[in-house]
């Protein structure tokens, strides 16, 4: 069926790239490596963001995701799936931001690097680079413009869950625990 053709060519075209690129998905580059012409994309669909919620949804499925009946119980489940399924496309560094801000980082993480390394004990298992990367991604601008944007989390709250979730994840490292699934 083309409708079937159609959104497997954009799937191919994000398996190509990593899952947050979306950029070059258009319903051009669609059609061109689906071998159908616009008109026929957009036949089968409104505009680009029907066609990309289409491939998103393909995505989704291939992933063995289904958050429709996905119970809190699943959450870690469901998310090891998607992570094994990002994971098989390009993982690229976020384009969208200048030099300016990839300098930044890269000191804030050769800061928290060493700030873990410096309090690492020989007791602990945990490797310093997880450590440091997990207290990034808590202290990273895009986890509390998500809580506040996407979830209509309020900034104070936001914020004020993000530093506790990273006192969890102090004390459990200091407490000597293993970064390991349950």
Do not use: C
């Amino acid at each position: 069926m083309t409708r079937d053709r159609i959104v497997e060519a954009g799937a191919a075209l994000a398996r190509q790239r990593s899952m947050w690129d979306w950029d070059e998905i258009t319903v051009g580059a669609v059609a061109d490596r689906a071998n159908v012409n616009r008109r026929t994309v957009y036949r089968h669909f409104a505009n680009e963001r029907e066609l990309r919620d289409a491939v998103m949804q393909r995505l989704t499925e291939e992933a063995g995701v289904n958050f429709e009946s996905m119970d809190f119980k699943d959450v870690p489940e469901m998310a090891a799936k998607v992570f094994r399924y990002v994971i098989a496309s390009p993982l690229e560094p976020w384009k969208d931001r200048d030099e300016a801000y990839h300098a930044a980082e890269r000191r804030r993480r050769d800061a928290l690097l060493a700030a873990v390394r410096s309090s690492s004990s020989e007791s602990n298992p945990a490797d310093p680079r997880v450590v440091a990367g997990l207290i990034d991604l808590l202290w990273g601008v895009a986890s509390l413009e998500h809580l506040v944007s996407t979830w209509g989390i309020e900034a104070p709250d936001a914020i004020n869950a993000l530093l506790w979730l990273m006192g969890v994840l102090q004390k459990a490292i200091g407490d000597g625990q293993a970064i390991e699934p349950t």
